[in-house]
T-cell receptor, first 115, second 113 residues
Framework: DAGVIQSPRHEVTEMGQEVTLRCKPI?????LFWYRQTMMRGLELLIY????????DSGMPEDRFSAKMPNASFSTLKIQPSEPRDSAVYFC?????????????FGEGSRLTVL | KQEVTQIPAALSVPEGENLVLNCSFT??????LQWFRQDPGKGLTSLLL?????REQTSGRLNASLDKSSGRSTLYIAASQPGDSATYLC????????????FGSGTRLLVRP
């Protein structure tokens, strides 16, 4: 059974460019999370969805970040315009149905470098 | 505000040793606690999930305990192997409507052959 799939695995871009990260959650999971990991701040929750609906986006750093989940098997995290301080590893995770009891399953991450 | 602390930040042990990783959290109102392993350049792999009503969970050589009242969890690794070398993170799920996992900063473990 496939796990959480993220693409691209690595992205190098220049400041000001648009970046789109993609995620396919585990089939049957109805919670999807976007996390960011940096050395300085560790793992931070950016946004999460339940049944394709954004529930809490309070962790999204600013208006340059946006996330969508058009269907149960696909989500995107977009940064426009990108800045060097956005350089980090972005993880997508999904969780099975079950209020507050679900185990979290992570993808391999997308390493973003903004020059 | 919930804070999760992991001590030590790094640990180096010889192969075969039993070891304990510590995790503490400031607010005992949690639904559950989860231990993860992260290998360099990789995502997080779930090791054990302990519900707030449970005291411990075991999987192979791993045993995780939870003392919610004191805000502590430990991950015990028996007979450590070089393949156990990784960063271990604990995370708590807060008992509010946010469904958020709050992560500790991790313990980087090196098991020397």
């Amino acid at each position: 059974d496939a796990g959480v799939i993220q693409s691209p695995r690595h992205e190098v871009t220049e400041m000001g460019q648009e970046v789109t990260l993609r995620c396919k959650p585990i089939s049957g999971h109805d919670y999807l999370f976007w996390y960011r990991q940096t050395m300085m701040r560790g793992l931070e929750l950016l946004i999460y969805f339940n049944n394709n609906v954004p529930i809490d986006d309070s962790g999204m750093p600013e208006d340059r970040f946006s996330a969508k989940m058009p269907n149960a098997s696909f989500s995107t995290l977009k940064i426009q315009p990108s800045e060097p301080r956005d350089s980090a590893v972005y993880f997508c995770a999904s969780s099975p149905p079950g209020h507050f009891t679900g185990e979290l399953f992570f993808g391999e991450g997308s390493r973003l470098t903004v020059l | 505000k919930q804070e999760v602390t992991q001590i030590p930040a790094a640990l180096s042990v010889p192969e075969g040793e039993n070891l304990v990783l510590n995790c503490s959290f400031t607010d005992s109102a949690i639904y559950n606690l989860q231990w993860f392993r992260q290998d360099p350049g990789k995502g997080l792999t779930s090791l054990l999930l302990i519900q707030s009503s449970q005291r411990e969970q075991t999987s192979g050589r791993l045993n995780a305990s939870l003392d919610k009242s004191s805000g502590r969890s430990t991950l015990y690794i028996a007979a450590s192997q070089p393949g156990d070398s990784a960063t271990y993170l604990c995370a708590v799920r807060e008992m509010d409507s946010s469904y958020k996992l709050i992560f500790g900063s991790g313990t980087r473990l090196l098991v020397r052959p």
